[in-house]
């Protein structure tokens, strides 16, 4: 029976794509095709809620490159308040799992789904919940780490304002540094230029490759605390990274060097 | 945690279309400003061409009169390639190509916006100097309108074909020559109408028809080429 209490949700046949949940009073919920069933008996009472789809689907994904298989049949799947560690020994494929879960990457085979709607479906809807940080930091090197943001902005139409703007570059630690042309600045500061974003952000879902490269110990462990802080508010995270993260059992880990089979 | 489980994302109305056409355009302009070098390497190119021309030919007015229009023409689009690899090369290595595909505003509207920049900084300025290559070529004086307009209304459509080419060849090392090879049959059409006005105007014969024609092939690319950019480049970014 897929009833389980204290606020977690259990869906043991893999049906999670319901909108649907029953619950028996005070904490016991049951979701997917228990719901079904259960919806007219006495005890249960039938709730609306999202609270038990995940963000994102991962389905029997398939990519290969160059002739070598980087990963086969990964499924998985995004929730709420979860940050996903992606791990895997350089060139197992980890930046290219996040371009593909991204929508930057279109070689693949599978599934992905955002909300249980294919995510080439909802296109708009997910890019304005998603914040990607990639490889290249997406700063420009000829302006000012303002003028990097005010862009930022002008491309994500939401509520960020000037002084948001100046809050996320102090938070960064970049006060002081607002009107030098980035190239002025070193690699780690051009880094925490596009860290800022995260500040910055409303987006539900980040996808952070190597968040900590060139960051300084402090500027690590504020942004660990960042993102345990995002997890908490209902977000969710996949990242990458060589780091070890102090997260406790928040973070779930997926190692592609097993699911490849080639190493 | 309530709060944000039911939020849905909401795109608030404060940018509108014509705001974020602007901040693109501000922003490239902005960039090209502040590498200036970059900016005046068209132009020279136009001049020099127009300048050697005579040397290497033919010093006779009559002569240069005849040809006027065509090296003008030719010095203008081939000005216009040159500089048409840069369009998208900088913000495909630092990584703002990808936020640009990944964020939730219009990519056609992100697209014309660049376009719109970069004629401002080469095929406006080729259209203000051509006056003067046409008094350096001895172009007759009644030529001078045809030249001027046609040029206003031809080079957009240049740059508009020709970013097709630079979002199809930025994910290579190399793609310069191949921008060339795509982009140069579908430069010809306009090139011939392009001439074919200012000799008109030359003659004296009504030019309305290449007017109407190069127009046209304008109105087609705004309309179209944005489109074949935006889909161009997330092929680039995907590869």
Known sequence: MEICGNNTFLHSDGCCTGREFVYNEPLNYCVGHA????????????????????????????????????????????????????????????????????????????????????????????????????????????????????????????????????????QVGLKGYEDVPCHMLSAGQNRRVSLARLYLSDAQLWILDEPFTAIDKRGVAEKEALIARHAENGGSVILTTHHELNMGDRVRRINLDKLAGTS | MSEMLTKEPVRTGEQSIGGLFLAVLKRDLLLSY?????????????????????????????FLAQVAPGVVWVAALLATLLSMDSVFRSDYEDGTLEQTLLSPQPLFVVVLGKITAHWMLTGLPLAVLAPLLGVML????????????????GTPTLSLVGAIGAALTVGLRKG????????????????????????????????????????????????????????ALRISVSG
Not at chain 1, 72 to 91: A, W
Not at chain 1, 100 to 115: A, D, P, Q, T, V
Not at chain 2, 202 to 229: E, F, H, N, Q, R
Request: hydrophobic share 45%; charged share 20%.
């Open chain 2, 176 to 231: 310069g020559v191949l921008i060339s090879l795509l982009v140069l049959p579908l430069y010809i059409p306009v090139l011939i109408f392009g001439t074919s006005a200012v000799q008109a105007a030359v003659t004296g014969l009504p030019l309305d028809g290449y007017i109407a024609l190069l127009g046209a092939m304008l109105a087609l690319g705004i309309g179209l080429a944005p489109l074949a950019v935006g889909a």
């Open chain 2, 34 to 62: 502040r590498r200036r070098s970059d900016l005046v390497n068209p132009l020279i190119f136009f001049l020099m061409v127009a300048t050697l021309f005579p040397l290497g030919v033919s010093p006779e007015p009559d």
């Open chain 2, 138 to 153: 001895f172009l007759p004086e009644g030529g001078m309108g045809g030249l001027m307009l046609s040029l206003l209304l």
């Open chain 1, 35 to 170: 719901a079904l069933k259960y919806r007219n008996k006495p005890g249960f009472r039938l709730g609306v809620g999202v609270l038990s789809e995940p963000l994102l689907t991962v389905e029997r994904l398939f990519c290969e490159r160059d002739d070598r298989i980087l990963f086969d049949n990964l499924s998985f799947d995004v929730k709420q308040g979860e940050v996903v560690q992606i791990e895997g020994q350089n060139g197992s494929g980890k930046t290219t799992l996040l371009r593909i879960l991204s929508g930057l990457s279109r070689n693949f085979e599978g599934g992905i789904y955002w909300k249980g709607e294919p995510i080439s479906d909802v296109a708009e809807d997910f890019r304005l919940s998603l914040l990607y940080f990639g490889h290249q930091p997406g700063v420009k090197a000829i302006l000012t780490p303002e003028e990097n943001l005010n862009w930022y902005a002008a491309m994500h139409p939401s509520s960020i304002d000037q002084s948001r703007i100046y809050d996320a570059l102090e």
